[in-house]
Structures are given as C-alpha cells and as structure tokens.
C-alpha cells in the first residue's frame, strides 16, 4: 500500500520533472557536450599506443571509452548544488512540510534530465561512430539489461553519496565544495579517464574495496564487452548502495531535526 | 530655481520581440526564420522637471514607467525623440553625468551580502573618486540623517529589509547625486519603515535641492511625497500636473455623514432635495458637490438639529486605484 | 590619474572579496585539499601513460610534468579570478543588478571581471609554481633574464587568452541567462591543456589550436620553458592573444548595446 503511494507519487514527480526538464533543453545538450572527455583519452590512449601494454585492443578501448562516456551521462548526479541553492533560497521550508522526502523530488528531476538527455547522448555516439566504424557492436540482451541495471546501481551510489554531502547543508553554509572535492577521487579513479585494469598494481591492490570503480569502470566494462567479474561487480555495487542507504537516513533525520530546531 | 533639469521631447521606444510557436517544430521554425514583432512601449512623450522637483510616476504594471526611468538614466537606447538630463544625453553615460545621477531600485540590491555596508560604502566611494576623508564625512552625515548607525558595521545578510533598504540608499546617495531616480523604493517595506523613507526623502530634497523621480505601487508614497504626477497609461501620458488637481478632477463630491437628533429631523433632511446616499434611523448619508460644500453645510447647520456630523474624504488610494485600472479616461 | 584610480578600486575589491571569502575559512581548506588532490590525481593519470612508455607525443615525463605545472597555475588564476567572476556575472544579469554596475562612473568590463576574487585559488597557483620551479631542477633549466622574459611574455598571453575566453562566455549571459552548461564546455576542453598537445590525433591537434586555442594556453608556454619552442609560435601566440583580448573587449560592448535596447 506504501510502496504503491510513494510509486505514484514519483510518477506524477517524474511527469512534471520531465516536461520542465524539456525547457532546459540546450542547457542539457550543453552538458552532454561537456561530458566527452572520454573520447579525448582514447584520443591519447591510441594515438601513442598505451594501450598494448595493457593487452586491450584499439577496438575494444575504444568501445571502453565510449561505454564510459555513457555511463558517465547517466550516473551525472547533481543533487547537492540544487540543494544548496534551495537551501539559500530558503525552499527547504516548505518541501519539509509536503509528506514527502523532498530527496525524491531530486531524484525524479534526476531521472527526468537522463531522460531528456537520451537523444543527445545517442547522436554523439552516433557521431563517433560514424568516425570509429569499425568499433560498431552490438550486446547481447542480456548484457543490455545488466548494464543498464548496473549503470542504474551506479547513479544510485553517487546519489546517495551526494545527497549525504547535501545534508550537510544543514550544518555548513557550502556543501559544494566538499562534493568538489570528492568530485576529485571520483574523476581519477572511477575508470573516466583511464581504464582502472591500466592502473598500477599498488592501486589496483585496495581499489576495488572503494566504491569507485564501481562508478564507471564496471559498467562500462560490462557494456562494452571487457573482461569483467559480472556478479562480483554487481554484488559490491548492491553492497555500496545498503550501506550508504541507512547512512543518508540517519543524516537527514538528525539533519532536519537540527534545521528545524534552529529555526531558520 | 526654473531650470529644466529634465527635457524630454517625444521619446518612443519600441521593443522587438521573437514571438515563438510552442513545441519542436516552433522551435525549428524560430532558429531558421526568426519573427519579431515590434512592441511600442513608449509612445511619444514630452515632458520637463525642474530643479528641485518630486515627480511622481503612476501607472499600473507595464504601462511603461520603469523604462521610462531606465531611460532616464541611460540604461536604455531611445528608439525616437530626445533626452536631455542636466545638459547630458544619458545613454552615452558620461563620467561626469553618471556621477550625476543614482538609481535605487527597490528590493534589488548592490550591497556585499556577506559584509558590513560599511565595506560597500567605501568601495563605492572609491568607484566615485572620494577620498577617505570626504567619504567618512558624508557616511556620517547621511547616516545621521538615515538614523542608522551600528547597523552599518553588521554583515548585509543579517539585517532586516529596513535597514538593508537604509544602507541601499546611503550606498546610492554617497556621491551627492542631484538628481534621484527611484523605482519602487518602498516595495516590501513595512509601514513604519515606508514612513521612514519618505521622510528622508523629503528632508533629502529640502536639504540638497536635488530632484526626484519616483515609480511606487504605494499611493502614500506618490500621495506624501509629490506634489507633481505624471501619469503613464499603455505607453503614452494620460495626466501631468499638480497632484490636488488630479484628485479634484477625480472625485468632485464629497460624502457627508450627519447624525439627526430625531428619527423626524433625518426623515425631513431625506426630503429636502439633497442627494441621499442612504439612510438609517436617524442617520443620513448625503452626497454634495465639492463646489457647494460650505453652503450646503450652512443650510442643513442652520435648519435642522444635528448631532454630529462627518465628512468622509473619499481614500485617495482608491481614486489613484481608479487611475490605474480605468482604461478611457480622459483628464 | 585614471590609473591611480582604477588602482585604488581593485585595492577596495581585493579587500572586500577577501574579507567575504574568510566568513567561510573552511571552505578554503577545502578548496586547498581539493587543489592539491587534483594535482596528485593528473601526475597520477600522467604516470599511467609513462607506465610503459618513455615519451608520448615526443615528450618525457618530466618534460610533461612542466605543463602540469602550467596549468596547475593557470587553473589556479582561473578559479581565483574568472570562475568567481563569472558567477557574479550570472547573478547581476538575473537578478537585474548590472544596471547598477552600469550606472557606476568606472569601466563595465573592468569592474564586471575583477570584482571578485577567490583566495583558494591563490594556493593553487603557488602550487604549481612550486611543481614549475622542481621541474626547473629536474630538467636542468638554465635561467637567464632573456628567458624568463620570455616566459614570462608567454605565460601573460596564455593568461590573456583565458580570460577572452571566460569573458566571451560571462558576455553570453546577456543573451541566455544560464551559461553554467557552455562554462562545463570549456571546462572539458581546458582539460585537454594538461596534456601536450603532440599527443593527441592531426584532426585534435587542429581543432584544439584553431578553434578553441587551448594548445597556445599550455603547450607553447612549456615549450618555450624546455627550449624548445620557435620564434614564429611565441609571436603567434602574441598575436592570437591580442587578437581574442580585442574581440572579448568589442563583443562586451556589442552585448551591452542589445542590453540597453532590449531589456525592459
């Protein structure tokens, strides 16, 4: 009876978000430009040959490259920035009144901008391969689902990251600038720039127990057809996301609890 | 004391707006062939201000005041006719004109949020080639003069929208502007802090001579203030003149309460051809000409045994309120 | 006169943006750790790529090292002066508070690109120019005045042509009051500076000098650093700078044209 509540209520969210989202149209494409990094560091990886140390073929780290710029566009969190500006503007008070985690709020506009930025994200593959032809596969069904699933996870995860960070609106003035600063790790680590099987091994020993690369290393992996440990990958993601779950619980609870006593 | 300071002959300004169709396909439509259409918000109008002067601006939303102050200042290009503010044509901004003018904008600010307005003070005296010494002086005496004082040494954000207001205006006043452009100063003020802000403007004007344009929502503040209105309707000048006069010409009658003595008397005043608004027992409400007041006061005085007696002003808010929503009036 | 002036102006802004920063101690800290990760976080990126290669687009590693450096500092001038500013620029233009600017006796551009400054940001550029001294060690980098001259020229017009390209985009705003999206752009397209500019395809290397000159921002500065670079590539570069500082400058005033006519 609850799940099926909150369920309507995030469709009706996803609607409205959705249809505002529309009007941010160019802004979106905008961002789905600036999101092409990726293509830059393959532009290095194959250019100077890095990557036959590595024993990945041009091909398939191009198809990494390119499965990491997708996953990236869809696992783009920017809850804590809304957030804070909310919170300065003052319209925090009344989503704390609406008998709703105004957190879900977010998560529908999130949900909304990916969908919005579908077709953008689609015609800058298209692009590339136009110039890459010879990297054009096609995954299996089944590989489809488990890393749209896993790409899924991954938004999850730095959602839940963010939104923890969020609430520390409630204590600091500037939550943004401790979210830039794990934006760091995440950048370097998660598998955007370079491919986490490329790193060196006194990373690769205690790596995997971070959430990192879980992000994008994972699932792009998974999309694109690199060797990966499937349920593993899956299973820490599931991990990640029961840990911090409860954790953003309990922050936003005594968060709230300590706004509400101030009084502002 | 007649100088112009103010000169403007037939000013238009047209605005071009792209109008859009909605969806994708308008979307498409608009990026290859963009339509615009021409808007004319400001059709032709003359008028002057001498020096010293408190001209109001009155009109409803949109119909044009704002750009006219914007004008004024230079902010926006005239499409036709001339401007001409104490010798300078304002949209070039010259140096020597902009240190000439301010323009306070009513909730807008241009304080430092996080610090003291005392810091702003200072950085806008800098901008207006103050030095320190000559700074102090006119932050001290407009301060005095504003009545605020350790409010000046507390960060913007923890103030209140009075005091903010206060610090706005010494921020905008430390060069010694003589002439004050004032768009809706008083917006989301509270009564005693609107009442505050008139009268320093008032005492502002006294002391310095300088001249006054004012755009406000709050007929107290026209009402108080000016004894000059200009009234702006859909982009022309429908009224300019003394501010009596206007009211006069609004409202040519006057209501009078009389409370009779006797249910008989009432009844006999019903019958004695004034014009009776109604009637109650023995109270009476009778409407009389502003012309004929003080005779027809004599003969009901003189002829029947009243009680008491009260004239009701009509508000001037509601006649002003009259102006601004009426559509065809003509003065 | 004027210049005793305008200088005793940015001393005021130098105060008052100082003395707002240090209401919010913390987050300088912050930005500090955040900077200096983002250091770590590209020597380690540039150490993937040397893992197994001695040289790429014809430069070791130390000799990269010295364009990280570079942009270690121009990056530090840009979150410093120009990301603040244009953050105060979005704002006056949406909440209609540059008509105060305008109506101030004082130049539009200066007052509108100077008015703010970040302090964080300053540890950044002493940062890099910690990194650029150790790799003057460690390339054994001969100093002589002619040479530091002409770094010094060249380091100025990378800085200039960063600026050009900030205030093209702070002008946009009059336009379309939401530039956050185009500044990601260029955020994207600056990340490429960390990299010399050898490394990257024929096609890359064209867009990246030609259209968006982000090759003149970093690499001709290292080269001229190595001793490397030719007399015609400085001039270029002097010339290129001139050209973008002129067109920003006219563009502002074209922009502030339409601003007058059309906003209401």
Known sequence: MISKLINNKIFTLLKVQYSNMLEYRVEIALWAISGIIPFFMLNIWTNNNLNESINISNIMLSRYFLCAFFVRQFSVVWVVFSFEEDTLMGKVSPYLIQPLNPFFRYFAQHLAEQITRLPFALIIIFFFFIFNRESIWIPSLGILLLSTISTFFSFLIQFLIQSIIACLCFWTEKASSIERLLFIPTLFLSGLLAPVVSFPEYVKSWIYFTPFPYLIDFPANLLSGNATNISGGLSMQILWILLLFPLFRKIWSSGTKKYTAMGS | MDKNIIDVKNLSKSFNISSKEPGIKGTIKHFFKRQTKSIKVIKDISFEVKEGEIVGFLGANGAGKTTILKMLCGLIYPSQGSISVSGYLPFRRKENFLKNITLIMGQKQQLIWDLPPIESFYLNASIYDLDNFEAKKRIKKLSDMLEIGEELFIPVRKLSLGQRMKSELLAALIHEPNILFLDEPTLGLDINAQRNLRKFLQKYNKETNATICLTSHYMKDITSLCKRVICVHNGSISYDGKLDLLLKKLSPVKEILIVCSSDEDANQLENSGFNVKNKTKNEITIIIDNNSITSSLKTILNNFDIEDLYINEPPIDEIIGKILIKKDYDI | ?264
């Open chain 3, 1 to 264: 006169m004027k210049t005793r002036k305008y200088l005793k102006v940015y001393r005021k802004f130098l105060h008052t943006s100082l003395a707002s920063e240090l209401e919010y101690k913390t987050n300088i800290l912050i930005d500090l750790i955040t900077a200096i990760l983002s250091l770590i976080g590209s020597i380690f990126l540039l150490s993937i790529f040397f893992q197994n290669n001695n040289s790429i687009g014809g430069w070791e590693f130390e000799q990269a090292l010295i364009i990280q450096s570079i942009y270690t500092i121009l990056n530090g001038i840009t979150n410093t002066w120009f990301n603040p500013n244009l953050t105060e620029i979005v704002k006056h233009i949406r909440e209609g508070t540059l008509d105060f600017v305008l109506l101030k006796p004082i130049d539009s551009q200066f007052f509108i690109s100077l008015k703010k400054l970040t302090p964080s940001g300053i540890l950044e550029i002493m940062l890099g120019f910690f990194l650029l001294l150790y790799c003057i060690k460690i390339n054994q980098i001969n100093l002589t005045l002619s040479f530091l001259i002409l770094c010094l020229i060249t380091i100025i017009c990378s800085i200039c042509i960063l600026y050009s390209l900030w205030f093209f985009i702070s002008t946009t705003t009059i336009w379309f009051v939401k530039t956050w999206n185009a500044t990601e752009v260029l955020r994207s397209f600056l990340y490429i500076g960390r990299f010399p500019l050898n490394s990257f395809s024929f096609t890359l290397r064209i867009f990246f000098s030609v259209f968006v000159p982000i090759a003149f921002i970093t690499t001709i500065p290292s080269e001229v650093f190595l001793g490397l670079s030719e007399i015609w590539k400085i001039l270029l570069e002097v010339i290129v700078a001139m050209v973008f500082l002129f067109t920003s400058r006219r563009f502002w005033l074209f922009a502030l044209r339409f601003y007058s006519s059309a906003s209401s």
